[in-house]
């Protein structure tokens, strides 16, 4: 099970960016996918996760009404489109995966589940 990021960049303050993460060595439709962060000095943060169903798609409050997730598994990729972006917003983005969910509609943006991890892409915003 491999999990690739990618898509970050430098950008400024209200721009956008695309991440994507391509799996492989799996069948994505059986697992459900998040998006995380980190940046320096503070804890990684659930940004985004989607369950294998895709009936339920969940946010982090920070990023509601400006992030969308999106999964295509026949091409094996998820996307985070990422718009209005903030400094806040800086930070390594990971994508996990998890397939211990009991029901398929369910994913969540606690850490715990997920046991495949990428190896993260850089988001810089400047004011």
Do not use: H
């Not at 999990?3 to 697992?31: I, K, M, N, P």
């Not at 998006?35 to 985004?48: I, Y």
């Amino acid at each position: 099970v491999q999990l690739q990021a990618s898509g970050g960049g430098l950008v400024q303050t209200g721009g956008s960016l695309r991440l994507s993460c391509e799996a492989s060595g799996f069948t994505l439709d059986y697992y459900a996918i998040a998006w995380f962060r980190q940046a320096p000095g503070k804890e990684r943060e659930g940004v985004s996760c989607i369950s294998r169903s895709d009936g339920r798609l969940l946010y982090a409050d920070s990023v509601k009404g400006r992030f969308t997730m999106s999964r295509d598994n026949a091409k094996k990729l998820v996307y985070l489109q990422m718009n209005s972006l903030k400094v806040e917003d800086t930070a390594v983005y990971y994508c996990a995966a998890a397939n211990t969910f009991e029901l398929w509609d369910l994913c969540s943006l606690n850490s715990g589940p997920y046991g495949y991890w990428g190896q993260g892409t850089q988001v810089t915003v400047s004011s």
